[in-house]
């Protein structure tokens, strides 16, 4: 597989929130740190405001790989948003691994505003372990 | 109220940013590309969008192309969003028909090395905006009324100082305190570091102040009961306990104190004296007049005891006096409730022994206006100790048997009772066990090296294991960790530097407020380094060691911030709210009231016999949980919809094809 997958560039939607991972976004860039362009980046209000059914309709749609990013575990500018999208990204991975989906084509993560540096490595890693599982099956079957 | 999108006429301007954007992202091709995307009538790209000729650009091109809708294709929304939103707005525009894609933090410099991948990217990132746009509402900031008035709940230092600051700001004040007399812990203090200030020079006169101030209300030996409301407009109801005295009546004889037959411990001397049924707190109080605790108080036991009533030559005892409920309405709120010290039950190695004390009684022994008239004198037999141990730490910085953290004033006043002790009792010898020492106040590195150097405090690193008595000592058994030697001495006091903690009720208050308290039971600030004095519940402010554990310095700080922070909310006629928040399609609630339940601010309620949701939109911060969670998507987020989302996620998830 990983042979076939050399030339492979996934499709990869961010959902990054407005107070901590867009900012660390912003600070990777304003620090110019290089990462793979794959990852197209949709700015939230909060972790919390991400709909399961957006990650769905990403993944319907072709998407390789999904990534939410919210701030730390207690530092959520609406209190406890990201507490909420912890247990609803918890219960979509149930579902998609029903379905069949590689449960490490959804990731959370917590990156504060100040971790440019962080954004930049988990950027590299997400893409990387997405180019590792290849293509979604999705792709094929389902394209809408 | 969803948009179609049709109706819009959107210009797209993209912005070199000198070669910030164009030198990874070719300009020229992303105009070339967007200039036909359904629903833009007009793109371009210019050097600076921001400066002056680039706005003047902008105003141009939605007069020639009669546009309503915009978007900046340039830096983080972060940067410039206000200052175009300004600008579509001076020009006619709704400012919410104005969308930032950023291309540049996102797209050109971290693909700086890729130009054609870059500029596939800025594409996309472009048109989705573009898509998000076309469904964006007009939406016009709520107005919120702002009533100009301040509730401070509590009267030590930190509350009297905002009181008196909000005051002076020219603003009315209602000032709660739930015990007889203001003042807090820092009227119980001998002497306070690293000056040796006595409480009468530094709040006493704040007492006074708060007392004679004309803006403000003061009811104490009062609670509250009650708050409703959000910023500008929160409605509070207090109970006024009963004090079962006329206070228009009452001369502050006294007479009743010396005839009550009942006697409990004094809370202000900690235990060290007794106080009768009616009582002064003490001799400063403010107000001035004397309660009575109906808890001790014999006339509400069996025998029925009327000693004072008799004794009141203006029969100003009252038993039959019922407690008052006032309603008050005020904008903003300042939580300044303190702190209490942690009990000494945490630490099994101290025994319960009358001469080990805490640090707040020993305080009182070393006060000119104590229970032994500032003589330090043992409570057991009333002998004057020779031999102190001070003993710091105890539960702080203890996961095991207390709290994690450091209390951060214990260090500070052990040096100063050491050196107040030794003023007292010039032959005493003090010893010291500490874990380190932490002296970060502003001169008060130099207080306690003077303390240890010439204070012939004797400072012991180390943890004390056991403290037991011994006949007449107590018999204090420790390890100096420096020299590795165990240490035992023959003490006639020991004094415990206890933890520094919430109050027990704290929680209560966090509950009936909407403000988070810690997992150690102080309240939130809104972020810790940012808005140190705010909470998240807009228009409620902290200060002083509700907190965190304060020295005065540091209360007194808090507690300017706070009142800042209100007076600068209050140079404001009327409020006005962000209005993308959330709102409810009343077609699809089905009224399950999830969204009540998820929703963090409280923001919605519901109806329950119309089974329909409702926001309330001064309250809602628009963070979009409740919308995300709505299984009927009745629940919605304005400009932030699903099809927003879905819009985003189609360009994206479609380019490559
Ligand atoms: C032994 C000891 C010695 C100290 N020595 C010094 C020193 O030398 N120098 C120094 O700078 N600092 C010293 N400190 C610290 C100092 O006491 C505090 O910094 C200061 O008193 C904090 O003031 P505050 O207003 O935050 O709290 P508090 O003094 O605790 O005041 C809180 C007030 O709120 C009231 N209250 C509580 N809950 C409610 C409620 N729900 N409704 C209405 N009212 C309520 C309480 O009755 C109280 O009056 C010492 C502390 C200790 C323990
Ligand atoms: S958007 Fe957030 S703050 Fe507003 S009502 Fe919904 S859950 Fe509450
Ligand atoms: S605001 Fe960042 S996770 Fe809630």
Redesign the pocket.
Known sequence: MADDNKDFEPILVGFFCNWCTSTAADLAGTTRLQYPPNIRPIRTMCSGSVDPIYILRALLSGADGIIIGGCNPGDCHYVSGNYKARRRIAGLKTILDTLGLENDRVWLKWISAAEGQKFAVTMRDFTEKIKELGPSPFRKNWSV | MEQSGKDKRIGVFVCHCGLNVAQSVDVEKVVQEISSYPGVVHAEHYQYMCSEPGQELIRKAIKDHNLNAVINANCSPSLHEKTFRGLVQAEGLNPYHQEVANIREHCSWPHANDRQTATRKAIAIIKATIDRLKLNMALTPAVINLNKKVLV?????????AALRIANGGYEVVL????P?????????????PTLDRPACLVAPMMAEVAAHPRIRLYAY???EEVSGYVGNFAVKIRAKATCVDETKCTNCGRCFEVCPVAVPSEFDRGLSDRKAIYRPFAQAVPFRPVIDVLSCAHFSDDGCSACEQVCSENAISYDQKDTVIEEELGAIVV??????ITRGIAPEYSDDPDII???Q??RLLSPTGPTGGVVKRPSDGKVPKEVVFIQCVGSRDQEHGKSYC?R??C??VA??SLLYKRSIPEGQAYVFYMDIRSD?KGTEEFVQNVVEKGRTMYLRGRVSKVFRDGDKLKVWGVDTLTGKSIEIAADMVVL??A?VP?T??K??ARVLNIIADQNGFFTEAHLKLRPVDTLTSGIYL????QW???????IAS?SGAASRILSLFSREELLHDPAIAYVDEELCVGCGQCVSICAYKAITLDEKQKLASVNEAICEGCGACAATCPSKAMKHKNWTPKQFFNIVDVFTKEYE
């Open positions: 709940i509590g009267g030590g230092v930190a509350g009297m100082q709660v305190e739930s015990s007399s203001i003042g807090g812990h820092a009227a119980q203090l001998s002497g306070t570091f009062a609670d509250i300044a409730t303190g702190y209490d010290l805490d640090g707040m020993l305080e209390s004033v214990c500070l006043y100063k009772q106040v530097a206890t520094m109050r009720d704290a209560d208050l200060a002083g060691t509700a554990p304060k020295d005065i310095p540091d209360t507690a």
